[in-house]
């Protein structure tokens, strides 16, 4: 079996800084691409960060320069350090990683249950 479990959410006034961590385990081949999702109350899903097994990096405008994604290939963890927080930033952040598990040959999409990031004053 799989998890993929997200934690470091929480509040945060404005202007203020969140780390969130994303780790995979279980019985894992191996973690191709990974991303940072959020999506809030009455919103569609945005994609907010990817990072490859190789460590590129995309990022969604709304967030670029402000946020950076970084993985640890070993460790099968992906960091997202949030930092110059906005009310608009307020969301549930999923975490999405397409993963090989062991006996499997293709890789398949894989969920956290998300954590909560409320940036207020």
């Known amino acids: 079996q799989v998890q993929v479990r997200e934690s470091g959410g929480g509040l945060v006034q404005p202007g203020g800084s969140l780390r969130l961590s994303c780790e995979v385990s279980?019985?894992?081949?191996?973690?191709?691409?990974m991303r940072w999702y959020r999506q809030n109350t009455g919103n569609q899903r945005e994609l907010v960060a990817i990072?490859?097994?190789?460590?590129?990096?995309t990022y969604a405008d709304s967030v670029k320069g402000r946020f950076t994604v970084s993985r640890d290939n070993a460790k099968n963890t992906m960091v997202l350090e949030m930092n110059s927080l906005k009310p608009e930033d307020t969301a549930v952040y999923f975490c999405?990683?397409?993963?090989?598990?062991?006996?499997?040959?293709?890789?398949?999409?894989?969920w956290g249950q998300g954590t909560w990031v409320t940036v207020s004053s």
């Open positions: 999405n990683a397409d993963i090989r598990v062991t006996g499997v040959f293709d890789s398949r999409d894989y």
């Open positions: 279980g019985s894992v081949y191996s973690v191709d691409t």
């Open positions: 990072i490859t097994s190789f460590l590129s990096t």
